[in-house]
């Protein structure tokens, strides 16, 4: 489970991976989630054959790229409940945030503009700059699909963790609009990782599956009304094909 570095970048993965934990503890995360972030990412950096020095930027950038919340030490972090529209574009900040201070722990231009770019979205609709489709460095792309997988399937303060399938179906519903198709087919091609393995069912804080009666509901639900004339048995889940799930999972929190 742990993450190796090369002899010359172990003193500063080392020091990423201690910054990494603190992030973590502030957002609130069960289990450790950037780390966790790095790894899936470089499995996926390594299935497109990316070369060792972009494999380092990506994990770098991975264990980095919430430092811009902690930085910033909002409250609404943590809170439980939906953001108001003053926080939402509050917390669009933290990538330009996440990218100063990555300069500032001595990272490097390349790792700087993934933490940046890490919420950009493959059909434009991200932040903070906009970027879209192959605009968007493949690095951000793949920090884009590993970040949102591992924040699906662990537990929130305001939520809890969605089970691998349901992460998995959330990012084939929303491929071409958050997330790189291609990047969505390699992720969904990964098997055997330790890192897939999703949180939901657990009580928080242990390892102990919680009781059937106890298991909070999906987080990933697409409720829509039925048409006219057609009848959907009640607390029936419908879901038109190729079109995402009428509330984001994050809109119940924060972002991850």
Same mark, same amino acid.
């Given at each position: 489970m742990g993450i190796e570095f090369a002899e010359s970048d172990r003193g500063a993965g080392e020091a990423y991976l201690r910054l990494a934990a603190g992030v973590d503890e502030f957002e609130g995360y069960a289990h450790p989630h950037a780390a966790r972030v790095a790894r899936l990412a470089d499995a996926l950096a390594e299935h497109f054959r990316l070369s060792r020095a972009d494999r380092t930027s990506i994990v770098f950038a991975a264990l980095l790229?919430?430092?811009?919340? +902690?930085? +910033?030490?909002?409250?609404?972090?943590?809170?439980? =409940? *939906? /953001?108001?529209?003053?926080? %939402?574009?509050?917390?669009?900040?933290? *990538? #330009?945030?996440?990218?100063?201070?990555?300069?500032?722990? =001595?990272?490097?231009?390349? #790792?700087? /503009? /993934? #933490? %940046?770019?890490?919420?950009?979205?493959?059909?434009?609709?991200?932040? *903070?700059?906009?970027?879209?489709?192959?605009?968007i460095p493949l690095g951000a792309r793949i920090l884009r699909v590993a970040d949102a997988y591992a924040a699906l399937t662990d537990t929130r303060p305001w939520r809890p963790a969605g089970t691998e399938a349901e992460a998995r179906k959330h990012l084939g519903l929303w491929a071409g609009i958050e997330f790189d198709p291609a990047v969505v087919l390699a992720f969904l091609s990964l098997e055997g990782l330790p890192e897939l393995r999703s949180f939901a069912g657990e009580r928080r804080g242990t390892d102990e599956p919680a009781a059937e009666s106890q298991e909070a509901p999906s987080i990933i639900r697409a409720q829509k009304a039925p048409a006219d004339g057609d009848a959907a048995a009640e607390g029936e889940e419908v879901v038109h094909a190729g079109e995402p799930p009428a509330q984001y999972p994050w809109d119940a929190g924060t972002p991850s």
């Open positions: 790229h919430d430092i811009g919340e +902690m930085t +910033m030490q909002r409250d609404y972090i943590k809170r439980d =409940g *939906p /953001l108001n529209e003053a926080e %939402r574009l509050d917390l669009m900040r933290h *990538p #330009v945030i996440g990218e100063q201070e990555a300069a500032r722990s =001595g990272a490097d231009r390349a #790792v700087q /503009l /993934l #933490v %940046r770019w890490h919420h950009e979205w493959f059909g434009g609709g991200g932040y *903070p700059d906009a970027l879209r489709g192959e605009q």
